[in-house]
């Protein structure tokens, strides 16, 4: 099963030599397949991109993506852009650019619809109870999208540890996203 690190302001910060420091720790313990640098609050996000761009560079084969902005994605050259669910008609525009797409899903309906517009992956949530991110779907519900449809998923959502990670592994899930796992 993949792994994917997500980034968050709370743990990472958004001091440059502090991010970066704390961000090469946690590739190097974790070893994650994919990371996503997400910060929607950074005034100085492209800088900061920059900067995650760089540190992901040093293991290889992690697949880096940046969140949302897929011209910047595209001109820092990341390997692609993690769009909202609110982003569906950026799928096209980021594919056009030579990026990977990785897009957030919370229902059977967008699963679907991301595959039909040439996403290569979904993030699907949530999937445990998350603090803020309402009513846990459950791996029973995970399992049934997975053997509805073709695209790769990522099982997102109140993966902290071992725990949830064992009961994620007969799902047939591509992989998991965490924030809170890779801590």
């Known amino acids: 099963m993949k792994k994917y690190l997500i980034t968050s302001r709370e743990h990472y910060t958004d001091t440059p030599a502090v991010f970066r420091s704390i961000l090469q720790e946690s590739l190097k313990k974790h070893l994650p397949d994919f990371a996503l ?3 929607k609050s950074n005034p100085h996000y492209a800088t900061q991109a920059d900067h995650f761009l760089g540190v992901c560079k040093n293991f290889y084969g992690l697949k880096a993506f940046l969140h949302q902005d897929y011209d910047l994605a595209a001109k820092l050259g990341a390997t692609g852009v993690h ?4 982003q569906f ?3 096209p525009l980021a594919k056009d650019l030579g ?8 229902t059977h ?21 998350t603090p803020g991110k309402g009513e846990p779907k459950g791996v029973d519900d995970l399992r049934e999208i997975i053997a509805m449809t073709d695209i790769d998923i990522f099982a997102l959502g109140g993966i902290i540890g071992d725990k949830e990670i064992e ?11 965490s924030i809170r796992y890779f801590q």
């Not at 769009?83 to 609110?86: G, N, V």
């Not at 990026?99 to 919370?106: K, M, N, P, Q, R």
């Not at 309906?109 to 109870?129: C, K, N």
């Not at 009961?167 to 996203?177: D, R």
């Open 167 to 177: 009961a994620l592994q007969e799902s047939g899930a591509f992989g998991f996203a």
């Open 89 to 91: 008609d950026a799928i």
């Open 99 to 106: 990026l990977e797409v990785i897009i957030s899903t919370h």
């Open 37 to 39: 640098y997400r910060d």
């Open 83 to 86: 769009l909202t669910s609110q």
């Open 109 to 129: 309906d967008e699963v679907h619809i991301a595959e039909t517009m040439g996403a290569d992956y979904v993030s699907y949530s949530p999937i445990f109870s």
